[in-house]
């Protein structure tokens, strides 16, 4: 009985030492996981998944030399007005591979460019809030005038259970009373019905983004705690800043997608009244830029996200317009990057932005360093959807 239980015991020992074997190994690569430099590692990748991520060998009959290069997340673009389907495929070959959509008037159609997304080659992954929640004549009902509003026949409740309904992944709220280039300003939802709409959506254990623009709004909303704004302020009557700004949205714990790098974008072309009104009364790139260094001292998450701006932005090469403005803020290679991976995965809670063992195999494989020179995010020899390879580039 002694020597079968010795020869078991041997035999479990053996089946212990033996090393697993992967699907796929990427070995000796470098590795930004969305929050972090990781070093040189080995990557593991079993089907679609991240299997292991390891200083460690790793075994497998298909192994790709990383020496040299360099992986991270999958870019994410956290504001986006997705109105064509060509628009998911327009960032892919840049490493964007996620698109958060912060309105759209068709919610059927999103909810089948999201079922597209979520497997097809060439793609940007996308997510969605479904309609906005405005008020009758409020913005964006200019856009999309058959979306539903909220008002005296359709209360809070019943509005956010038909967002739940067509399964949004977070729900965007639009406070917008303000003038624009000679227009009078919209009606727009009042602060208690925010509040409320903050707290139904919160106990239904959704995420609440908010379009807001001016101090006195921002300080209004983050009494309510939601979960982040999707704009930063917008209008040089706001200067000077006061601190109780920044000390409102920090003790919020709300987060900031900036959409600001519009201000870096030329304006030839425009029509001179337009280039006048901007001048007058839109902040520009370097007061943006401090607006965004003060966020960032005082602990404010910042993620990276371009708008649709009218049709004035693409979702694809005016993205580095954010991380330029980003850079004239004074942040560090490193907080950039987080920006627009791992503060966006942690903000809205959802799988995007990083690299993990038992998340999807969705990266990039970049030819330099990002943390180096930011501009190497620009040298992409492949992108990685759901464990394959992107041959489109």
Not at 29 to 53: K, P, R
Request: aromatic fraction near 8%; include cysteine; charge should be negative.
């Amino acid at each position: 009985m002694k020597r079968i239980l010795i020869i078991g015991l041997t035999l479990l020992s053996i089946g212990c030492s033996q090393a697993v074997e992967y699907d796929l190994v990427i070995r000796n690569v470098s590795l930004f996981n969305g929050y972090e430099d990781q070093g040189i590692v080995n990557i593991a990748i079993n089907n679609d998944t991240i299997a292991t991520i390891s200083s460690e060998e790793l075994i497998s009959q298909s192994v790709i030399d990383g020496s040299g290069k360099y992986i991270i997340p999958g870019l994410v673009n956290a504001h986006v007005h997705v109105s064509r389907r060509e628009q998911l495929k327009q960032g892919y070959p840049l490493g964007i591979m996620y698109l958060l959509n912060m309105h759209t008037g068709l919610e059927d159609r999103e909810l089948d460019w999201k079922r597209i997304s979520r497997d097809s080659s060439g793609y940007s992954v996308l997510y969605g809030s479904g309609h906005a929640a405005t008020v009758p004549g409020g913005h964006p009902t200019q856009f999309s005038p058959e979306m539903e509003t909220i008002n005296d026949s359709s209360s809070v409740e019943a509005w956010l259970q038909n967002r739940i309904k067509n399964n949004v992944d977070y729900i965007k709220i639009i406070r917008d009373n303000h003038e624009w280039m000679g227009y009078p300003a919209q009606p727009t939802m009042s602060f208690d019905t925010i509040g409320k709409l903050i707290g139904a959506a919160r106990h239904n254990g959704l995420k609440t983004v908010v379009h807001a623009n001016t101090v006195h709004e921002f300080i209004a909303i983050s009494k309510f705690q939601p979960s982040g704004f999707v704009h930063m302020l917008d209008y040089k009557e706001d200067l000077p800043i006061p601190e109780s700004y920044y000390q409102a949205i920090s003790n919020s714990g709300a987060f900031i997608v900036t959409t600001a790098g519009i201000s870096l974008k030329p304006m030839e072309g425009a029509p001179p009244f337009m280039v006048e009104w901007v001048t007058k009364n839109l902040l520009d790139a370097e007061q943006r830029a401090e607006i965004i260094s003060n966020y960032y001292q005082n602990d404010i998450m910042i993620v990276v996200g371009t708008d649709a701006q009218e049709g004035q932005m693409d979702f694809a090469d005016d993205y580095y317009l954010e991380l330029e403005l980003y850079q004239m803020a004074g942040l560090s290679n490193l907080e950039i990057l987080r920006a627009a991976t791992g503060n966006a995965a942690k903000a809205f809670g959802l799988p995007i932005g990083e690299i993990k063992v038992g998340g999807k195999a969705t990266f990039v494989l970049l030819n330099a360093s990002p943390l180096e020179e930011l501009s190497n995010l620009k040298k992409v020899e492949q992108v990685w959807k759901n464990g394959k390879p992107y041959d489109g580039l």
